[in-house]
C-alpha cells in the first residue's frame, strides 16, 4: 500500500489538459517538497518536476506541478501521444525519515 | 554524460542473500555532492526506496528493511553495491540503481540505471 495515493489511470485526447492528484499527509506533502516521475514502457522513470513546481533541463513546459495543503497536482497542457507513460508522485516524508511514492497513474492519450 | 550500470544475478532463493552493485560511469562517486541510491519497482509497479549511501560512507535506509539491507562504496571502482539478506517472494522486483540528490532529502534521482529484474524463487 502506497504512502500516496494516486487516481490509477486518466485519459485524454490530443490537446487536452489532464490533472492527476496524488494525496498525502502533513508529514510529506504537508511538509515537503512534491517530486514527479515519468515511467515511459520498458525504462526506468525520469524526474519530470522536482521542488514541487520547477522542471529540470529538457522537460516541456506543457508539464506544471502545484500543491495545496497536503495534496501534490500534476498538470499536462496541450497531451500528446508521447505522454502515454505512468507517472508518480513523491515526497520526503518525516515521520519516516525517507521518500515515499504515490502508487502511480496511468495516462492514456485516446 | 553521466551512466549507471546494475549488475548481479536475476535469481535467488528464498532465505538467501540479494546482492547488486551499480557501476557509475561519466562521474566520480569520490566527488562527492551526491547521493546514491537503491530504488525497487514491484511487479504491480509500485516504487520503494530502499536506501543510499554518500562517498564518506554515510548511509540511509529504509526503516522498513533496515534490519535486512546494507549498502556499501568501492571508490577504486566507482560502484556501490546492495545487499539484502533473508529474501522471500516480496523481494521480488526490478532494481535500480540511481544518482540522488545532494542532500538525502533531496528526491532529484536521476539518471538511472536500466533496471535488473530480480527473482525470488526456489
Known amino acids: 500500500q502506497s504512502m500516496l495515493t494516486q487516481p490509477p489511470s486518466a485519459s485524454g485526447t490530443p490537446g487536452q489538459r489532464v490533472t492527476i492528484s496524488c494525496s498525502g499527509r502533513?508529514?510529506?506533502?504537508?511538509?515537503?517538497?512534491a517530486y514527479w516521475y515519468q515511467q515511459l514502457p520498458g525504462t526506468a522513470p525520469k524526474l519530470l518536476i522536482h521542488?514541487?513546481?520547477e522542471r529540470p533541463s529538457g522537460v516541456p513546459d506543457r508539464f506544471s506541478g502545484s500543491k495545496s495543503g497536503t495534496s501534490a497536482s500534476l498538470a499536462i497542457s496541450g497531451l500528446r501521444s508521447e505522454d502515454e507513460a505512468d507517472y508518480y508522485c513523491?515526497?520526503?516524508?518525516?515521520?519516516?525519515?525517507?521518500?515515499?511514492f504515490g502508487g502511480g497513474t496511468k495516462v492514456t492519450v485516446l | 554524460q553521466v551512466q549507471l550500470q546494475e549488475s548481479g544475478p536475476g535469481l535467488v532463493k528464498p532465505s538467501e542473500t540479494l546482492s547488486l552493485t551499480c557501476t557509475v560511469s561519466?562521474?566520480?562517486?569520490?566527488?562527492?555532492?551526491?547521493?546514491w541510491t537503491w530504488i525497487r519497482q514491484y511487479p504491480g509497479k509500485g516504487l520503494e526506496w530502499i536506501g543510499n549511501?554518500?562517498?564518506?560512507?554515510?548511509?540511509y535506509y529504509n526503516t522498513s528493511l533496515k534490519s535486512r539491507i546494507s549498502i556499501s562504496v568501492d571508490m577504486s571502482k566507482n560502484q556501490f553495491s546492495l545487499r539484502l539478506t533473508s529474501v522471500t517472494a516480496a523481494d521480488t522486483a526490478v532494481y535500480y540503481c540511481?544518482?540522488?540528490?545532494?542532500?538525502?532529502?533531496?528526491?532529484?534521482?536521476?539518471?538511472w540505471g536500466q533496471g535488473t529484474l530480480v527473482t525470488v524463487s526456489s
Open positions: 561519466g562521474d566520480s562517486i569520490d566527488s562527492g555532492g551526491y547521493f
Open positions: 549511501i554518500y562517498y564518506t560512507g554515510t548511509t
Open positions: 513523491a515526497a520526503w516524508d518525516d515521520s519516516l525519515s525517507g521518500p515515499v
Open positions: 502533513y508529514s510529506n506533502i504537508g511538509s515537503n517538497s
Open positions: 540511481a544518482r540522488g540528490g545532494v542532500v538525502t532529502t533531496s528526491l532529484k534521482f536521476g539518471p
Open positions: 521542488s514541487t513546481n
